[in-house]
């Protein structure tokens, strides 16, 4: 159906843009977002507030954001991954602008919903275009994503990212934990009976995000003035937006007791809240609590994994068991560290008896914590020890693109070409790991495996030879210099 402007407007002036669009809405959309339409006495307007201006006063009924919803989503799909837009003069600049006029809209109006469901889409399946595109805190499509997609959540399924977003990940700038915790904000509620009620996971973001930036400043990433100010001002806003007094200052004593291994952030909340500097109060059975570890899983979780290596009877129900409590503690409160721990010296530990198990204990720390390198080496391990060496040669590259200073995915990404019979590539591989890290007896010993593998025994010999000279303990280098 098309926009009947002369009925919509009863006679008044129709804006010339408008005209446009009911007339080829792809078209004159992508002239918006470009700046390059021609919009009359509003040309001094920004694009995004004329398009809210014109949903908001035209309503529902007019069909009007119907068809903007649909020309947006189609926007979206052809122009995904593109450095340079149509028209945009081969400018890098203008599609930043663009995307940051698109998401802007999505964040600020949650009546889009099929250009919303796209965005999700394409940014779930990779958000790296849009990190391309950032240009700072002022200018950052991707930022405006996140919150695109906090806006438009239906279920709870993104409540590890924004978990992952409030903790500060060394591949986000810091900045963006404001997203993981607008994430959190919209995220919906469990059941309807706690709609309106205290948001539990908006306060454990809060703390996970504080306690991040307090790392940041403590490890000199982060000036002091503005972590603390940052901290600050989300805590003051949402202390008024949520009015529980009572349960944020309960909140805030429990959690500062039991997080203060991980970062004092204690003088910054109590600048706001005085009384929390009190310990929590006993725990009585009829009072609720909040999110709490079990100090016991650290020995559980070694014991687990010595069964696990011993093929025990019974000790793979047992490390369910234990992921199972540390995921309801990670879905509570964000914090991941027992359960990526746990997941991946579980992995390890099976991977020779039950290789696709360990995969997906490996995937499941990965997911949790991308930014940790070991969990990104598990999984090209248990990928090898299925005999999946095509995704482990995948994996291995990429963990070593992200972790250029893991000797393990080096390494790892060697053993494999070598073990895919790739002996020229492999060969490279621990040359180039032998130069980096010129001690680690490993790529020098798997250098002199390949070299003996390619009959270069000459080389394969002096090369264990030095290796016997630079690591003398290492049993490997003697025994291959013995064949």
């Not at 910054?268 to 310990?279: G, N």
Request: hydrophobic share 40%; net charge negative.
């Amino acid at each position: 159906m098309s926009l009947d402007l002369d009925r919509i407007f009863a006679g008044s002036h129709v804006p010339e843009w408008l005209r446009a669009f009911a007339a080829d809405p792809d078209e004159a959309l992508h002239d918006l977002l470009l700046g390059r339409a021609e919009l009359g006495h509003l040309t001094v307007a920004e694009p995004v507030d004329l398009l809210l201006g014109w949903l908001h006063a035209l309503g529902e009924p007019s069909g009007f954001a119907d068809h903007l919803d649909r020309a947006l989503a189609k926007w979206i799909e052809t122009s995904w991954g593109r450095t340079e837009l149509p028209d945009g003069g081969g400018s890098a600049t203008l599609t930043t602008s663009a995307w940051f006029r698109v998401t802007g809209l999505l964040a600020a109006t949650p009546v889009l919903k099929v250009a919303g469901r796209t965005l999700a889409e394409w940014v779930r399946a990779d958000h790296r275009y849009l990190d391309s595109l950032a240009e700072g805190r002022s200018c950052d499509p991707q930022a405006n994503a996140w919150l695109a997609l906090a806006t438009y959540q239906q279920d709870r399924s993104l409540l590890p990212l924004w978990w992952q977003l409030c903790e500060l990940p060394p591949d986000q700038p810091w900045y963006r934990g404001h997203c993981g915790i607008a994430g959190l904000q919209a995220l919906p509620p469990e059941s309807a009976a706690r709609a309106g009620g205290f948001p539990k996971e908006l306060a454990e973001g809060l703390n996970r995000f504080g306690l991040a930036l307090w790392r940041l400043q403590d490890e000199g990433w982060l000036d002091t003035r503005t972590a603390t100010e940052e901290f600050q001002d989300s805590l003051r806003l949402k202390l008024a937006t949520y009015p529980f007094p009572d349960r944020w200052l309960s909140f805030w004593r429990h959690a500062l007791h039991r997080d203060h291994r991980r970062g004092d952030i204690g003088a910054w909340v109590r600048d706001l809240l005085p009384r929390a500097a009190a310990k929590p109060p006993s725990k009585h059975p009829q009072r609720q609590t909040w999110a709490s570890y079990d100090p016991g899983w650290v020995e559980r979780s070694g014991a687990i994994a010595e069964r696990l290596r011993n093929n025990a009877e019974g000790a793979v129900e047992e490390a369910e068991q234990l992921l199972n409590e540390q995921h309801g503690y990670f879905d509570r409160s964000g914090d991941g560290n027992n359960l990526v721990r746990s997941a991946t010296r579980f992995s390890a530990a099976i991977r020779k008896s039950r290789p696709a198990l360990a995969l997906a204990w490996a995937r499941l720390a990965k997911d949790i914590e991308p930014w940790d390198g070991y969990a990104w080496t598990n999984e090209g391990a248990a990928l090898t020890a299925q005999g999946d060496f095509e995704g482990a040669v995948a994996v291995y590259r990429e963990t070593k693109a992200r972790f250029p200073d893991n000797a393990h995915a080096r390494t790892g990404l060697a053993e494999t070409l070598k073990a895919r019979h790739k002996l020229p590539e492999a060969e490279a591989e621990y040359r180039e790991t032998k130069a980096r890290f010129p001690d680690n007896a490993h790529a020098r010993t798997g250098l002199a495996e390949t070299l003996k593998a390619r009959h270069k025994l000459p080389e394969a010999g002096a090369e264990y030879r030095e290796t016997k000279a630079r690591v003398p303990g290492g049993a490997r280098a003697r025994t291959g210099l013995a064949e």
